[in-house]
């Protein structure tokens, strides 16, 4: 028993380091957000939009699913010399695909920007964007080294200096009168100056050889249908934005993208758990020891809803009042996607966790199937709705969409592996955002001090009735309390 408590505490210290990266990038988020869009504009903001989804398009060709591939094999592997080649081969891989899809990128610009963009000038901008394809890839991949051998505070402070550093320069350069260019520049700068210092831990601790591409057959054979399936993602996450820009304009695809990036906290909330999630379940499932894979599973979801449905019944409430303070008026106009746009999320946030047993059975062509069905669902979706309703219908295709997703995957992975949701405490967690949402209306919150203030207070009631309606029992808590602050 002291064991798995040890175990537990490790995977929760772990998860709590991987919150902490992954919340800087969304601070950062949060406070560049007010300075882009009222320094850009919505149709600059725009463009900068459709240069990020234009990068992610591409960016799954990059690595070929690897890096997933990577996370799930690594963790296992007994030979160093192995674990040497088969990263370094990964690296490589991310150089060389990089560098080309650059060279792809830069020939075929132009078409993209008229067709896509509507917006001439982008063009320039477009190409040097490009330039943080292959060293993103390179950045990610070793990044994910660390979270891969249980080094999460190294993927923390990486993941945290690099977003802070280029936050501040940023929120510097655009408030000195620059613009969208030097934005490009700063993000380029400073994830090379990241992989730079990653690249020196990671010869240090494992060396550096010239890799044979032979080691990454079961890479491949688990990567690709992963590799596949970032192109769905990308459809249902981003493809939006593309249909938005053909039947309406940039500075719609602007108000869409500002409003969609401030929903983003639900993924804030489930990445750390489920970026965690995988290497651990990975050993457990090899080991044959099923009860902790379903363990980890149940308890991965239900530590994920516990805050994500208060978060998301937050946003939908505060939603106008945060968009009026961060942005201009261009932006207020689409608060009213939030509630579409968070309810899809959570949903799938909580579902689609069942890909990873999937992953686990090695049925990634399962997964590239039902994401692929789920990419032509958004896209003829959008397709209907985005020329009758506007960005409205392009929000009602998001929530549809990640419902739909969510169901099949839950449905299918029960072939595999069957695990607890425990509707009962998901129960009790939306009757304690009810009272929460009552709470924070009293307030009745218009500037930045009174929506904290009243976010604050919210919380305690919460997790006051969540605790009183014995969602979390006084055992778990002290167990949690245990696992993340206790001595080894």
Not at 124 to 146: D, G, M, T, W, Y
């Amino acid at each position: 028993m002291a064991e798995r408590v040890k175990e537990y505490r490790k995977f929760s210290r772990e998860v709590l380091w991987v919150a902490v990266a992954q919340l800087i990038p969304k601070v950062k988020g949060f406070l560049t957000f007010p300075i882009l869009t009222k320094a850009l504009g919505a149709a600059q903001y725009g463009i900068w939009a459709q240069i990020q989804v234009t990068l992610c398009l591409f960016s799954p060709l990059v690595l070929l699913g690897t890096n997933t591939a990577m996370r799930r094999f690594l963790p296992v592997e007994k030979e160093k010399q192995n674990i040497k080649n088969n990263f370094w081969a990964v690296v490589a891989l991310a150089f060389f695909n990089g560098f080309l899809l650059l060279g792809v990128i830069y020939f075929f610009s132009p078409y993209i920007v008229s067709k896509l963009f509507k917006a001439d000038d982008a063009v320039f901008l477009l190409r040097i964007a490009a330039v943080l394809l292959p060293l993103s890839s390179i950045n990610q991949v070793f990044l994910e080294f660390f979270v891969t051998f249980g080094q999460s505070k190294k993927y923390t402070f990486f993941r945290a200096a690099t977003d802070m550093v280029t936050m501040v320069l940023i929120i510097y350069f655009l408030l000195h009168g620059q613009g969208l260019l030097t934005v490009i520049l700063i993000s380029i700068f400073t994830i090379f100056v990241s992989s730079i210092i990653a690249f020196t831990i990671i010869f240090k601790q494992i060396g550096i050889c010239i890799p044979s591409f032979s080691g990454l057959k079961s890479y491949f054979y688990l990567g690709f249908p992963l590799f596949m399936s970032g192109y769905a993602y990308w459809m249902i996450s981003s493809g939006d934005r593309y249909v938005i820009g053909y039947f309406m304009d940039i500075k719609a695809v602007g108000i869409y993208s500002g409003v969609y990036t401030l929903s983003n906290l639900i993924i804030v909330i489930s990445t750390p758990i489920y970026f965690v999630l995988l290497p651990v379940i990975s050993k457990y499932w090899e080991n044959k020891e099923i009860e902790m894979v379903k363990k980890y599973l149940s308890y991965s979801i239900k530590y994920f809803l516990m805050i994500g449905i208060p978060a998301a019944f937050g946003m939908t409430v505060l939603g106008k009042r945060v968009i009026r303070i961060l942005s201009t008026a261009d932006f207020e106009v689409g608060w009213f996607l939030i509630p579409f746009i968070v309810a899809g999320m959570l949903v799938y946030q909580t579902l689609g966790s069942a890909e990873y047993v999937l992953t686990l059975a090695k049925k990634t062509k399962v997964i590239f199937f039902l994401s692929f069905f789920g990419a032509i669902e958004n896209l003829l979706l959008n397709i209907i709705f985005v020329p009758v309703w506007g960005i409205l219908g392009a929000a009602v295709t998001t929530c549809i969409t990640y419902i739909t997703m969510g169901l099949v995957f839950f449905k299918v992975s029960r072939r595999y592996l069957k695990f607890s949701l425990n509707f009962m405490f998901i129960l009790k967690c939306l009757l304690s955002a009810t009272v929460m949402i009552f709470v924070i209306l009293l307030f009745e919150p218009m500037g930045l001090k009174d929506i904290l203030l009243s976010v604050f207070w919210g919380s305690i009631i919460y997790f006051t009735v969540l605790f009183s309606l014995k969602g979390i029992s006084q055992k778990e808590f002290k167990l949690l309390r245990g696992l993340l602050w206790k001595k080894e």
